[in-house]
């Protein structure tokens, strides 16, 4: 069944390539993000989703020739490098806005369509670095993690019309994220340690999963009658953190982060 598919983020990245996977394959996209994007197979609707003003525009604009809204991918956001005590007010806000407060427009703006056709799945894109703090990433990683709290608040909420919601974790992907970060200012304290951290990061990047990768895992998700709160899909090295994490100490984890990083 061919269904009604609304993605935000999709200017470039894994956003663009889940529009495109899509629309290929039948079903009728809407991507949302700031610039408009020309495609053959996906209709691009220029929307700041931090605007609620704007994102209540675009649902309106799609459900004039839409009858139902199916699925939501929550796929904007963007990163944040630098230490925490070197992070600004203005920086923090700007990124939660867009991480947090964007998402949360987003679902609320298809939640009555979803709710009157009782029917809706909604994924969240959030990042494994959500389930433990980064070096450099904290803030970002605080983000991601604050949206999957709110995921799992909302499943409660939602179920009883049918409507799945869900943290989809990723690992590194293969996209230009680097090139849109917040990169606070480094200050001298750090530099040393942040430029070593920093090129390991952009290097995982630069190894990671293709985006196309992140396509199918979503396909084989959005046929799912039942979802858990959280999946999670990277490079087995990246995954394998999450459980760690559970069940070793603090302390015996954080040494193992610290080789991770290069920190020791």
Known sequence: MNKTIIITGTSSGIGFVL??????????????????????????????ITDNDAVQKAISEILRTETKIDVLINNAGMGMVGAVEDSSKEDILKLFNLNLVGAVQMMSAVMPKMRENKFGQIINVSSIGSEMGLPFRGFYSASKSALDKVTEAMRYEVYPWNINVCSLHLGDIKTNIAENRVRTKVSEPYKNVFDKVYALM???????????????????????????????FGKFGQKIGVPLKWILPQRTYENLMKKYNKLA
């Open 202 to 232: 952009n290097s995982h990047v630069g190894e990671g999963t293709e985006p196309l990768e992140v396509a199918e895992y979503v396909d084989a998700l959005l046929s799912k009658n039942k979802w858990k709160a959280h999946y999670y």
């Open 19 to 48: 529009a495109e996977y899509f629309g290929k394959k039948g079903h009728k996209v809407y991507g949302l993000s700031r610039k408009f994007t020309e495609s053959t197979y996906f209709q691009s609707i220029p929307t700041d």
